[in-house]
Every structure is written in structure tokens, then in C-alpha cells.
């Protein structure tokens, strides 16, 4: 079967993003794991490094959704 350039950066950009934003989060909490950052430093961490990651996944929600106003 043959995959044309588009459907392949389609997964890509689905698939293959979504999964490095779950390691990124693996990432985040590994290392408050290992600095014993407690409830409260675990948050604080998700929530200064993951203010990217959901921004990320906004701006990927917003153009979906304009996409269809526009056309």
C-alpha cells in the first residue's frame, strides 16, 4: 500500500506528537519523583512545564475549530 507525503505527516503530527507529549509528562513526573518534590512540588512542576504542552494542544483544538468557521 502505498502512503502519499500528506497522509504520512498527518500521522505523524497526530500520533507521533501526542506521543512525545506523554513522555514529556512521563519526564515531568519522573523528575519530581526523583527530587522528592512532594504533592505541592509535583503540581507546581506540572504546571510550569506543562503550561506548554497544553498550549500546544490548544492551539491544535483552536484551528480545528476556526477551520471550520472559515470554510
Known amino acids: 500500500m502505498?502512503?502519499?507525503e500528506e497522509q504520512i505527516a498527518?500521522?505523524?503530527?497526530?500520533?507521533?506528537?501526542?506521543a512525545f507529549?506523554?513522555?514529556?509528562v512521563f519526564i515531568i513526573l519522573q523528575?519530581?519523583?526523583?527530587?522528592?518534590?512532594?504533592?505541592?512540588?509535583?503540581?507546581?512542576?506540572?504546571?510550569?512545564?506543562g503550561v506548554g504542552l497544553l498550549g500546544f494542544a490548544a492551539k491544535?483544538?483552536?484551528k480545528f475549530f476556526m477551520a471550520?468557521?472559515?470554510e
Request: glycine content about 18%; hydrophobic content about 55%; aromatic content about 18%.
Open 2 to 4: 502505498d502512503f502519499t
Open 10 to 18: 498527518w500521522f505523524g503530527m497526530t500520533f507521533g506528537v501526542t
Open 21 to 24: 507529549m506523554l513522555y514529556m
Open 31 to 49: 523528575l519530581a519523583r526523583e527530587s522528592k518534590a512532594g504533592k505541592f512540588g509535583t503540581f507546581v512542576l506540572l504546571l510550569g512545564l
Open 60 to 62: 491544535g483544538l483552536i
Open 68 to 70: 471550520g468557521i472559515v
